[in-house]
């Protein structure tokens, strides 16, 4: 009897392993990214891991200088790390007159722990900016799906590190989990025009940004319009790089119905139709 | 030589047997394993981060010394709780407390010996842990801000002393030294994270719930303070030496209040298991 119990035990055994292998098979093809290694072992809680590495990024760009959850800090203000890294030189400039979030020291308790850690307010300068990039990168592996890490490591790559290479590996891995974003199409364009100095390929890519845009919004997404007017103005300065006069004309008209200050921008439209009506005989 | 050994002996006897206890206790530390293995995890991990590449940039170093300094803290904690936790429940344990204080040793100086040893060996411990640090930032930077270290070692050691002397304290009003480094743990966790904030979470709290937390804001070692790790991280020069010394004496003050708690208590204590 127990040699029987035995044998039927050994079948059951092979029955439910032939039953359960080709899943096991299937699930260790899933985890052998890294990035699905992560999604097995952390689930969503990765995307709070994600946005507490970027924070630390944003920390190291203050070099320590940062609020904790007990300081107080402004209500629906943006990490400096990601306004800094829009090509938007005004938001340097607000920050000599910001006020620290400290405040007046509370007590001499207060008072006399400021000794012991960063009280200025600085930002990563001359090269230093790589030290954010581990951060950055973790963030990237933990939360695919978020952009602002792609767009804000590849901007100190391509421009205080002077690393466009690895911008771009960087942008095209966000581009495979975010196929349809425009804003990582909108930097990689950047990479193309200003650091390979190649606008023929800038000015391909920031046409599929502006395609993506659009799709978008016929979709009812709600894109932001500001990158809408990146992009456009991106196309625009990849014309002047190429010097195709009829495409930049286009491009312009097409800008100026979107742009803050449509100044510039008729004078320049005006001065080409100018020479094209010139140029006709 | 051994002449005038015996010489100060007999000048000095309390001295000598708080030395004597404390010896005792730095030899059990390498005796053990603990310090070892935890320094060797300390060196692997760090290796492990270090060997890691970043967008192909070596210079990267800061998020290394984080982890690196990070885990010094974190395993030196370890090292002086749990040392200091089994001292006294062990001695009673073992009843090797009985010959200890039949001899003409004080409880006094028993408490004071046993924190002194456990203090210096942390500080042994502290000296292995930070030499590793600044090889590692040698190496990695090739820069080596000795006084840095030091204003940061010591702190390090001076917050410790308080958090030994805590722990003895525990060990003669906790029944066991599990539940001791347990609670002691978690209080000295909660006071390095939130310490410094209960005053700020205070004032937004109503009448007397506000009253009891600034209380304890107050009654609180600050251990905050001796976590200097952003200034070495992010390369912000030396400490103020005059705040540098208040802290010390800081610590200083706590230790002794927290002795003094310990041999309040442990005098009247019955030894008996």
């Given amino acids: ?281 | 030589m051994s002449s005038s050994k015996s010489l100060s002996t007999n000048r000095n006897p309390g001295a000598h047997n708080i030395f004597a206890i404390a010896g005792v206790v730095i030899k059990e530390m390498y005796r053990r394993k603990d310090f070892y293995v935890l320094f060797a995890l300390v060196i692997l991990i760090t290796l492990l981060l270090g060997s890691l590449n970043f967008f192909d940039d070596d210079r990267i170093v800061r998020y290394l010394k984080d982890a690196c300094l990070l885990l010094i803290w974190l395993f030196s904690l370890i090292i002086a709780m749990t040392t200091t936790a089994r001292q006294i429940p062990a001695e009673r344990e073992s009843r090797t407390i009985f010959p200890l204080l039949a001899k003409p040793v004080g409880r006094g100086e028993f408490v004071v010996g046993k924190f002194l040893g456990c203090w210096l060996a942390c500080g042994i411990s502290l000296l292995a842990f930070y030499f590793f640090f600044g090889v590692l930032c040698a190496s990695r930077e090739h820069t080596f801000s000795l006084l840095v270290y030091f204003q940061a070692m010591w702190l390090h050691w001076m917050c410790l002393g308080i958090v030994v002397a805590l722990v003895l304290f525990g060990s003669v009003v906790f029944a066991a030294p599990s539940s001791n480094t347990t609670i002691c743990f978690i209080v000295v966790l909660g006071i390095w994270f939130a310490g410094g904030h209960l005053h700020t979470v205070a004032l937004q709290m109503p009448g007397l719930r506000g009253a009891i937390v600034s209380f304890i804001y107050y009654a609180i070692p600050h251990l905050e303070w001796y976590d200097v790790r952003e200034f070495i991280v992010h390369d912000w020069g030396l400490i103020d030496w005059p705040a540098w010394v208040g802290a010390s004496i800081y610590a200083i003050l706590y230790t002794g209040a927290f002795l003094g708690c310990t041999w309040l208590v442990f005098r009247r204590r019955t030894l008996t298991v």
């Fill in chain 1, 1 to 281: 009897m127990i040699r029987l119990t035995m044998v039927f035990l050994f079948v059951c055994c092979l029955t439910l392993a032939t039953v359960i292998d080709p899943s096991f098979q299937r699930m260790h093809r899933m985890e052998s990214s890294p990035g699905n290694v992560f999604v097995a072992l952390m689930g969503d809680s990765r995307s709070l891991f994600a946005h507490e590495f970027f924070a630390k990024a944003d920390a190291y760009f203050h070099s320590g200088f940062y609020p904790t959850i007990f300081d107080t800090q402004q209500a629906g203000k943006e990490l400096d790390l990601k306004e800094e890294s829009r090509d938007k030189p005004a938001g340097s400039e607000s920050h000599e007159e910001e006020t620290s979030f400290l405040g007046a020291p509370k007590d001499w308790i207060d008072r006399f722990g400021r000794h012991f850690y960063p009280t200025v307010h600085t930002h990563l300068s001359g090269g230093n900016e790589r030290e954010m990039l581990p951060w950055l990168k973790l963030s990237a592996e933990l939360d695919p799906h978020e952009i602002a890490t792609y767009l804000t490591a590849s901007y100190w790559l391509r421009t205080s590190l002077n690393k466009p290479k690895e911008a771009e590996q960087f942008l095209r891995e966000g581009l495979r989990s975010n196929p349809d974003s425009y804003a990582i199409l909108l930097e990689l364009g950047r990479v193309y025009l200003d650091n390979w100095k190649n606008p023929w390929v800038a000015r391909n890519i920031c046409i599929l940004a502006r395609e993506k845009w659009r799709r978008q919004e016929a979709a009812g997404d709600k894109p932001d319009p500001h990158s809408y007017e990146e992009i456009l103005g991106e196309i625009v300065q990849a014309d002047r790089a190429l010097g195709d006069a009829k495409g930049l004309l286009s491009d312009l008209e097409e800008l100026i119905k979107v742009a803050h200050s449509k100044e510039p921008l008729q004078i320049e439209i005006d001065d080409l139709k100018r020479k094209q009506g010139e140029a006709k005989p």
